[in-house]
């Protein structure tokens, strides 16, 4: 079973409790703006929650339930999960990923769990490179990357645009202190 921990956040496997959380999560227009777009309905949402994140709940490279300690509420979910490309997944590299209902944003969560997993990441799965995407014009998204280190890669113009970014494992360490 998974978990992982950070100062305010629990990461978990998902479990059918929190489909209720996550179904009210993907139906807010303003959650959904900058991660795919248009609200989903409860059915489309409850199939997306029962055909990927159950699904793939015991996997090493997966999205984790978020739970707000604080309160022990689900509050979206965030972590690393592979990253594609024609072929296949890139051995040695995942995806950073995170998603939280409105009412916890600009608190630093995202910064918080971003932290968390790019930690899990490079120490605990000894990747080598995570990669980022942000929406053009989610600025909130773009600045919690910046903080974490990502660097911009490319804008990958299209119906949707996105900003590309990496963190290379060597890239990814504090510098010593005094440094």
Same mark, same amino acid.
């Given at each position: 079973?998974?978990?992982?921990?950070?100062?305010?956040?629990?990461?978990?496997?998902?479990?059918?409790?929190?489909?209720?959380?996550?179904?009210?999560?993907?139906?807010?227009?303003?959650?959904?703006?900058?991660?795919?777009?248009?609200?989903?309905?409860?059915?489309?949402?409850?199939?997306?929650?029962?055909?990927?994140?159950?699904?793939?709940?015991?996997?090493?490279?997966?999205?984790?339930?978020?739970?707000?300690?604080?309160?022990?509420?689900?509050?979206?979910?965030?972590?690393?999960?592979?990253?594609?490309?024609?072929?296949?997944?890139?051995?040695?590299?995942?995806?950073?990923?995170?998603?939280?209902?409105?009412?916890?944003?600009?608190?630093?969560?995202?910064?918080?769990?971003?932290?968390?997993?790019?930690?899990?990441?490079?120490?605990?799965?000894?990747? @080598?490179?995570?990669?980022?995407?942000?929406?053009?014009?989610?600025?909130?998204?773009?600045?919690?990357?910046? @903080?974490?280190?990502?660097?911009?890669?490319?804008?990958?113009?299209?119906?949707? %645009?996105?900003?590309?970014?990496?963190?290379?494992?060597? %890239?990814? @360490?504090?510098?010593?202190?005094?440094?």
């Amino acid at each position: 079973m998974f978990v992982l921990e950070s100062e305010r956040l629990l990461f978990r496997e998902h479990q059918p409790g929190d489909m209720e959380a996550y179904c009210t999560l993907e139906a807010d227009p303003e959650v959904r703006r900058y991660v795919g777009g248009a609200p989903r309905p409860h059915e489309v949402a409850a199939r997306k929650f029962r055909d990927t994140l159950l699904k793939n709940a015991s996997r090493e490279l997966a999205l984790r339930a978020t739970i707000f300690k604080p309160e022990g509420r689900y509050i979206g979910y965030s972590g690393l999960y592979p990253n594609f490309r024609p072929g296949g997944s890139v051995p040695g590299e995942a995806v950073l990923a995170f998603c939280f209902a409105r009412e916890y944003w600009g608190r630093g969560l995202a910064t918080e769990a971003g932290r968390a997993f790019v930690n899990f990441g490079f120490d605990q799965l000894r990747l @080598k490179r995570i990669v980022a995407v942000a929406e053009v014009g989610n600025a909130a998204s773009i600045r919690v990357l910046e @903080k974490l280190g990502f660097v911009y890669t490319e804008t990958e113009i299209g119906v949707r %645009s996105f900003y590309k970014f990496e963190l290379l494992e060597s %890239s990814s @360490k504090e510098p010593a202190a005094g440094a």
